[in-house]
């Protein structure tokens, strides 16, 4: 357990530094409502990223031409910026694919909404990357392939305001979870609840169960709950987080011919401060709050 490091933060230094340059972007051309394309028209920008770096400073081989195809869960505060998948025009990952796009010289970049837990599992077919918040495991890297960590994450503990949740009665609580995360893996190893932990598909099952009393506590990645917090106003607050050593890593295909690309390209955008820019201006505000301030819980 890494106790005295700084939590949930960017791999790069988690100082805040000047925002990007924002403009205005195309909109969606054609698709149904899970897909969402932005084309750049060469120009620097994708949606409201304004992006930096080299065009043309890599090659790819993409499942469709002059475009990076990416897929997540869709949409999430901070990360992927929209109420809907056709309205996602920003967020730290929406703009970290962009930036790859434009560094690939492909001027069209598209989203598309998946499963989590059939990205992980390996199950997604057709596309170039994904980008979801997801935590590299060895169980993962059986079935698919990881870049090098962008972002360093922890599992918080999000709850009602008002709960009387602590880290000596957590393991009594009824605890929820979702489907196909790190965070119900560590909760069933490490935390050892008396009652099973209720599992959710997605992110707005597991914060609707939680507002509803169906679960006293909803345990995900702290830079995701804390999110959450931010969006519910004061209905909802994060009161602590686990350290689990676990960093965030983009997911290729099993195999991917594109690996080698794409990891220079993120390597080079952690060097150039790419990736500090976008946690300043996305995640700092996404998150409402400072990360390091939320307590360390141990798992007992």
């Known amino acids: 357990m890494r106790a005295t490091r700084t939590l949930a933060v960017p791999v790069l230094s988690a100082a805040l530094l000047a925002a990007l340059t924002a403009c205005g972007g195309s909109a969606s051309a054609g698709g ?3 897909t969402h394309t932005t084309d750049s028209k060469g120009s620097r920008t994708y949606g409201q990223c304004q992006v930096p770096g080299v065009r043309g400073s890599i090659h790819l081989k993409t499942v469709e031409k002059d475009t990076l195809t990416v897929v997540g869960d869709l949409p999430s505060p901070g990360w992927w910026n929209g109420d809907t998948v056709r309205r996602i025009d920003s967020g730290y990952e929406y703009c970290m694919a962009a930036n790859l796009a434009y ?18 599992a390996g199950k997604t077919n057709n596309f170039d990357l994904a980008l979801a918040e997801i935590s590299i495991t060895d169980a993962r890297r059986k079935v698919v392939d990881f870049s090098a ?4 994450s922890n599992i918080g503990v999000l709850v009602k305001s008002g709960s009387k949740a602590t880290q000596d009665n957590i393991a ?4 929820g979870v979702k489907q196909g995360t790190t965070g119900a893996d ?22 609707a169960a939680l507002q509803a009393g169906q679960v006293d506590a909803a345990l995900q990645d702290v830079a995701i709950v804390l999110g959450k917090a931010h969006e519910s106003k004061g209905m909802l607050k994060v009161i602590g987080q686990y350290d689990t050593g676990e960093s965030y890593g983009a997911l290729y295909p099993k195999g991917s011919a594109n690996a080698a690309a794409l990891d220079g390209a993120i390597e080079a955008m952690k060097k150039d401060g790419t990736l500090t820019k976008l946690s300043s201006t996305y995640l700092a505000k996404a ?8 307590p360390l819980w141990s798992a007992k």
Do not use: C, M, W
């Open 32 to 34: 149904d409502s899970t």
């Open 103 to 120: 560094r690939a010289g492909l001027p069209k970049l598209t989203v598309r909404n998946v499963s989590f837990d059939a990205l992980v």
């Open 149 to 152: 960590p962008y972002f360093a």
């Open 172 to 175: 009594g609580l009824q605890l």
């Open 186 to 207: 560590f909760v069933t190893r490490h935390l050892h609840p008396r009652k099973a932990p209720k599992v959710f598909a997605g992110d707005v099952e597991l914060q």
């Open 287 to 294: 998150f409402g709050g400072d990360p390091a301030a939320i």
